[in-house]
């Protein structure tokens, strides 16, 4: 915490960025190799869409993992949203980002708390979790583009904003394609599901670098401090 304590709020914004696309990510890796090495199962879910991120999390040798990794990231999210929102209203951007990002978090807690119980209640409970989850932060992420965009400390970095806008272009392309599976009456493969699922997923962690990238690199600027 001392070190935390020391940084200036762009390099806590840089480190709290990154963390939020390598803790989920490294979560997901781990329990993706826990579950093919003690099973007969063999996938690239990104491709072939054989398994879910929920089945993923919710076997017997990885909830707990899962789980844990998931509440951690929701711990760096909480920090990221806060000192970013801190950053532009000091930089007279009045923002929502944390009330936002509160939204967003309590959707997933609600998808981590249900995972792995099978009545039909918390089924239901986890499927709303998590779709609200999706837009929250699809939604989270415009925001986020839109407020850097009206900041001219960023212009000096015109790729990381083109990475970003790049990002949620495939993003709503991902949720154009997915979205007949909200409704249950329609017919969605499962196998189409998961792969946009997956793919959904490493997207919207991957956001985090290029913000990452943008702050760090605005923290050795001394001119723009």
Same mark, same amino acid.
């Given at each position: 915490?001392?070190?935390?304590?020391?940084?200036?709020?762009?390099?806590?914004?840089? @480190?709290?960025?990154?963390?939020?696309?390598?803790?989920?990510?490294?979560?997901?890796?781990?329990?993706?190799?826990?579950?093919?090495?003690?099973?007969?199962?063999?996938?690239?879910? @990104?491709?072939?869409?054989?398994?879910?991120?929920?089945?993923?999390?919710?076997?017997?040798?990885?909830?707990?993992?899962?789980?844990?990794?998931?509440?951690?990231?929701?711990?760096?999210? @909480?920090?990221?949203?806060?000192?970013?929102?801190? @950053?532009?209203?000091?930089?007279?951007?009045?923002?929502?980002?944390?009330?936002?990002?509160?939204?967003?978090?309590?959707?997933?807690?609600?998808?981590?708390?249900?995972?792995?119980?099978?009545?039909?209640?918390?089924?239901?409970?986890?499927?709303?979790?998590?779709?609200?989850?999706?837009?929250?932060?699809?939604?989270?992420?415009?925001?986020?583009?839109?407020?850097?965009?009206?900041?001219?400390?960023?212009?000096?970095?015109?790729?990381?904003?083109?990475?970003?806008?790049?990002?949620?272009?495939?993003?709503?392309?991902?949720?154009?394609?997915?979205?007949?599976?909200?409704?249950?009456?329609?017919?969605?493969?499962?196998?189409?599901?998961?792969?946009?699922?997956?793919?959904?997923?490493?997207?919207?962690?991957?956001?985090?670098?290029?913000?990452?990238?943008?702050?760090?690199?605005?923290?050795?600027?001394?001119?723009?401090?």
């Amino acid at each position: 915490m001392l070190v935390l304590k020391k940084m200036k709020s762009k390099k806590l914004i840089s @480190f709290f960025s990154i963390l939020s696309f390598i803790v989920p990510l490294i979560t997901i890796t781990i329990c993706y190799y826990i579950l093919i090495n003690n099973t007969s199962l063999k996938t690239f879910p @990104f491709i072939d869409g054989r398994i879910s991120i929920s089945y993923l999390g919710r076997q017997e040798l990885t909830i707990d993992i899962f789980k844990t990794g998931m509440l951690l990231f929701i711990l760096i999210s @909480f920090f990221f949203y806060f000192y970013i929102s801190n @950053f532009f209203q000091k930089n007279k951007f009045e923002n929502r980002l944390k009330i936002f990002g509160i939204i967003a978090n309590f959707f997933l807690v609600i998808y981590i708390f249900t995972l792995g119980n099978n009545l039909e209640f918390y089924k239901i409970l986890r499927k709303l979790g998590i779709v609200l989850y999706i837009i929250a932060m699809y939604i989270n992420h415009i925001y986020t583009i839109k407020l850097l965009k009206k900041t001219k400390k960023f212009r000096f970095n015109n790729l990381s904003l083109n990475i970003l806008i790049t990002i949620i272009i495939i993003m709503t392309g991902l949720i154009i394609v997915g979205s007949p599976w909200i409704i249950s009456t329609f017919e969605y493969s499962d196998q189409m599901k998961n792969i946009v699922e997956w793919n959904y997923f490493l997207l919207m962690v991957s956001f985090y670098v290029p913000v990452s990238l943008l702050f760090y690199k605005l923290g050795n600027l001394p001119q723009l401090q």
